[in-house]
């Protein structure tokens, strides 16, 4: 029961990934991209094997149970990978360390309630009406992860800011790289 | 569907509120080669009390900013005529002026105020044009700027664009966690007289003006969200026209003012729709996965440009509206956005990237041939003149953003910075009917 259940959260998740990079933004995928999905995939297998390992039978079996205890755990291991993932240049693919992150959040989420908000960014560069709409697919690429490994989407609301709410308002790839992100908040 | 939630404010207040702070100043950084020299003699004021503005200076300072023109120094004039029994063509020969301008400003009752203007050929010894313009006193400005753009079409045979105005967007940065402060503001061409439109600690973008130059449009996220609102200058009463889940932008009026094409995400992803704004009836006019963004209105209204990135990179596309057809135009280039047409209906500004760099490019429609007009890394939201001439957009200078122009041969470069803030997001108005 409990192998089954692992071995099915773990399909989920390399379908997920699968599915991310099929309908992902740029449909001329380049050996380099094909390889990072490939790597993003493995590393959420991984993920998804470390979390199913650490939140034990409860989250396994799916009853959402989880002690207060156990969920603290998983509250703290979410929270120590901060609630911002980040993307490359006009890409809404998540990138492997993304993927960790929202793994740990995903686990953490499951046995509650909260309502999820995800904010999506852009750097500068390009039109600011096509980076509102990168935002927006970098938020759904967020929130299409979540759903598919088990979180209600009526629990996701999703926005884009586009570039107008940068974190680092220079210019030049250390600023960029920042502000292309998108910020989980959970609404109580 | 949500049904639409219209809600009317009045902002009166906000268009009797005091002067932007973000006012912008003007740097000439490129003309002409041979600018034709041409002196603006003070006006004469022959009305009561005392004189509004420099009418002369408005005039000079257009004239020199379309870089086609190369003033003559107040302090190097022999004379300062107004009537052309003082011109002394001996005294503007010395100074190698070509042409000179003279005038005179009345308050005739009852009519406001009145400008009369007299044209010089020095070489030929010749008046070869005079003419008035007359209005409220509250217009002094912007019947100097019809003035120049009298003189201008004259001597260029084009006509001029400076008796227009602008909207852009400036934002104070919040600093230290707080929000930033955003403003939409209506200026002159110039940028003088600067009228604050919408102040919001929301973001605010997408400024666009109605053909008959009397509403702008603009995307605001004041609810919280994106929603697309319009707002009549004059009264300052808003309506918004969009509440749909996820984007609301991109708001573009048809040349006839009937319809508006905007960018709505609701039904998955970013497509095109057509608003008729009458009856606020939206039909879809494009379909598909990826991104398509950013609709301009071709002058006839028969076809639409658009942004969309169905081919891996974002391209600028046309789709025809009798038709249905959707065809790429841009093929140069990884990145291609936001493209803006000239009244010709040849002429199409957009952002293009090139190592790296975005720039603002002239892309020829029936030669296909795309220049580059210029050089900094930033620039981007392109707005052309209505009589074709000029584009303005923003770029950065430094970390601040700042708006700039170049004449859509690339020969002619100013600068407008604000003196406090970022400012973005120009949009040039069509010609304004009296």
């Given at each position: ?125 390009g039109t600011r009406e096509y ?58 | ?23 912008l100043t003007i740097e000439i950084t490129q003309g002409m080669?041979?600018p ?25 300072a257009d004239l020199t900013r379309s870089g086609q023109f ?75 700027h019809?003035?120049a753009d009298?003189?201008y079409?004259?001597?260029t045979?084009i006509p001029g664009a400076f008796a227009t105005r602008l909207v852009y967007v ?17 200026s002159d061409s110039d940028g ?13 973008l997408a400024p666009t003006w109605?053909p008959?130059g009397?509403?702008v ?33 991109g708001?573009a ?41 950013e609709p301009a209105w071709m002058p ?5 440009l658009f942004t ?8 600028i ?12 135009v841009t093929?140069e280039g990884?990145y291609n956005a936001r493209a803006r047409v000239a009244q010709d209906g040849r002429n199409v500004v957009l952002v293009h990237q090139q190592?790296?760099d975005f720039h603002i490019a002239l892309l020829d429609l029936v030669t296909n041939r795309m220049q580059i007009l210029t050089s900094t890394a930033l620039d981007e939201s392109p707005s052309i003149a209505p009589n074709g001439s000029m584009v303005l957009y923003a770029t950065k200078a430094?970390?601040?953003g700042i708006l700039a122009a170049v004449s859509v041969d690339g020969g002619v470069k100013f600068r407008l910075p604000s003196?406090?803030?970022?400012v973005r997001e120009p949009a040039w108005s069509p010609y304004l009917?009296?």
């Amino acid at each position: 029961m409990k192998h089954v259940s692992v071995a099915g959260k773990l399909m989920a998740l390399v379908l997920s990934a699968a599915f991310l990079v099929a309908c992902s933004s740029s449909s001329t995928k380049e050996d380099e991209e094909a390889a990072r999905a490939a790597a993003a995939a493995a590393a959420a297998a991984k993920a998804a094997q470390d979390a199913a390992a650490a939140s034990g039978s409860a989250t396994a079996s799916g009853t959402g149970t989880a002690t207060s205890q156990e969920q603290q755990r998983l509250e703290q291991a979410a929270a120590a990978y901060g609630n911002v993932f980040y993307f490359a240049f006009d890409s809404s693919n998540l990138t492997p360390e993304a993927i960790a992150s929202l793994n740990a959040h995903i686990a953490a989420l499951k046995n509650t309630n909260s309502n999820i908000r995800l904010e999506g960014h852009t750097d500068e560069r390009g039109t600011r009406e096509y980076n509102l709409a990168l935002g927006e697919r970098r938020a759904n690429s967020v929130r299409d992860y979540m759903v598919l490994n088990g979180i209600a989407s009526y629990r996701i609301e999703t926005i884009s800011y586009g570039e107008e709410r940068p974190i680092a308002y220079g210019s030049g790839e250390a600023n960029w790289a920042q502000n292309r992100r998108v910020e989980l908040v959970v609404v109580k | 569907m949500k049904s639409l939630a219209i809600v009317i404010f009045n902002l009166a207040f906000l268009l009797s509120a005091a002067l932007a702070r973000a006012d912008l100043t003007i740097e000439i950084t490129q003309g002409m080669d041979n600018p034709t020299a041409i002196a603006v003699v003070p006006f004469a004021w022959e009305g009561t009390g005392a004189a509004p503005v420099d009418m002369a200076a408005v005039i000079d300072a257009d004239l020199t900013r379309s870089g086609q023109f190369a003033p003559v120094a107040r302090t190097d004039m022999l004379g300062l005529p107004s009537t052309e029994q003082e011109v002394f063509y001996r005294d503007w020969r010395a100074l190698e002026t070509e042409y000179l301008l003279i005038g005179r400003v009345s308050t005739p009752p009852g009519a406001g105020i009145r400008i009369d203007y007299e044209l010089f050929d020095v070489l030929r010894q010749s008046r070869v044009f005079y003419g008035y313009e007359s209005g409220p006193a509250r217009d002094a400005r912007m019947l100097a700027h019809r003035v120049a753009d009298k003189i201008y079409e004259h001597l260029t045979g084009i006509p001029g664009a400076f008796a227009t105005r602008l909207v852009y967007v400036s934002v104070t940065r919040g600093g230290q966690g707080n929000k930033d402060f955003y403003r939409l503001t209506l200026s002159d061409s110039d940028g003088a007289q600067p009228v604050v439109l919408l102040e919001s600690r929301e973001p605010l973008l997408a400024p666009t003006w109605s053909p008959d130059g009397k509403h702008v449009a603009y995307v605001s996220f004041e609810t919280g969200r994106p929603a697309i609102f319009r707002q009549e200058l004059v009264t300052g009463k808003r309506e918004q026209l969009t509440n749909f889940q996820g984007l609301n932008s991109g708001p573009a009026w048809s040349p006839d003012g009937s319809t508006m094409a905007m960018v709505l995400s609701k039904d998955g992803n970013p497509e095109i729709y057509l608003m008729n704004l009458a009856s606020k009836q939206l039909t879809r006019v494009t379909n598909h996965y990826s991104i398509d963004t950013e609709p301009a209105w071709m002058p006839d209204g028969k076809s639409l440009l658009f942004t969309s990135d169905r081919g891996g990179k974002p391209q600028i596309y046309r789709y025809d509206l009798n038709t249905g057809a959707t065809t790429r135009v841009t093929f140069e280039g990884t990145y291609n956005a936001r493209a803006r047409v000239a009244q010709d209906g040849r002429n199409v500004v957009l952002v293009h990237q090139q190592d790296g760099d975005f720039h603002i490019a002239l892309l020829d429609l029936v030669t296909n041939r795309m220049q580059i007009l210029t050089s900094t890394a930033l620039d981007e939201s392109p707005s052309i003149a209505p009589n074709g001439s000029m584009v303005l957009y923003a770029t950065k200078a430094g970390d601040r953003g700042i708006l700039a122009a170049v004449s859509v041969d690339g020969g002619v470069k100013f600068r407008l910075p604000s003196r406090d803030g970022d400012v973005r997001e120009p949009a040039w108005s069509p010609y304004l009917t009296r």
